[in-house]
Nanobody, 123 residues
Framework: QVQLVESGGGLVQAGDSLRLSCAASGRIFSMYAMGWFRQAPGKEREFVASMRSSSTSATYGDSVKGRFTISRHNGTNTVYLQMHNLKSEDTAVYYC????????????????WGQGTQVTVSS
């Protein structure tokens, strides 16, 4: 099995920056890609970003392009989400996810999920 643990969430003000981390452990040798999703109260889960394990190229949701950056540290099996110029609409629970065969934006294609970390942006 795979375990994903997110950290780094918190309460910030609009315009601030924040970095989320996701530590992966377990049977991750078969990992194909990792991604970040978020879910605000009363809304569907939304794709934020993803990155394949074998590439440095990344995919971003339209609402975060130019403000968020996904990266990874292979040595520690950690994926990061650097968020800049945060807005109130970025307030959500952020989830890290891992897929064994997919790197796109469809959440149902991801096989493992973390417990989520809350990001609250006050205006």
């Amino acid at each position: 099995q795979v375990q994903l643990v997110e950290s780094g969430g918190g309460l910030v003000q609009a315009g601030d920056s924040l970095r989320l981390s996701c530590a992966a452990s377990g049977r991750i040798f078969s990992m194909y890609a990792m991604g970040w999703f978020r879910q605000a109260p009363g809304k569907e889960r939304e794709f934020v970003a993803s990155m394949r394990s074998s590439s440095t190229s990344a995919t971003y949701g339209d609402s975060v392009k130019g403000r968020f950056t996904i990266s990874r540290h292979n040595g520690t099996n950690t994926v990061y989400l650097q968020m800049h110029n945060l807005k109130s609409e970025d307030t959500a629970v952020y989830y890290c996810a891992l897929s064994l065969d997919y790197s796109g934006s469809s959440s149902y294609r991801y096989h493992y999920w973390g417990q989520g970390t809350q990001v609250t942006v006050s205006s």
